[in-house]
């Protein structure tokens, strides 16, 4: 029996992932690193399928050969994700100020 893998998803519209697709030449390293199959391919260039998959770590932008991709890898949604789930709240990295906003 085959079971589908889950697709996990962050913070909606958090993620920092941005693809430059004029840049993109289409040799798919990303989809090869990303653990999350966020990208996908459309003719001879990479896109984006599912930004809300990414977890920011960074692998994309460090092995486009052509720098297409940026994304700011670290604690991002990531440490939100963690605070949430210790705290029993929803996602936050407290950066939007004292209120504790999720602004990731």
């Not at 966020?38 to 932008?61: T, Y």
Request: positive net charge; charged residues 20%; aromatic residues 2%.
């Amino acid at each position: 029996m085959e079971h589908a893998m889950k697709r996990w998803h962050y913070i909606r519209n958090g993620s920092s992932l941005k693809l430059d697709s004029e840049r993109c030449i289409g040799c798919s390293a990303c989809l090869q690193v990303c653990p999350h199959q966020v990208f996908g391919m459309q003719g001879r260039k990479a896109q984006i399928l599912d930004r809300d998959a990414c977890m920011e770590c960074g692998a994309c932008a460090r092995n486009c050969p052509v720098q297409a991709l940026q994304v700011q890898p670290g604690v991002g949604c990531v440490a939100a994700i963690l605070i949430g789930k210790l705290r029993g709240t929803a996602p936050t990295c407290e950066c939007g100020g004292s209120k504790g906003g999720a602004c990731c």
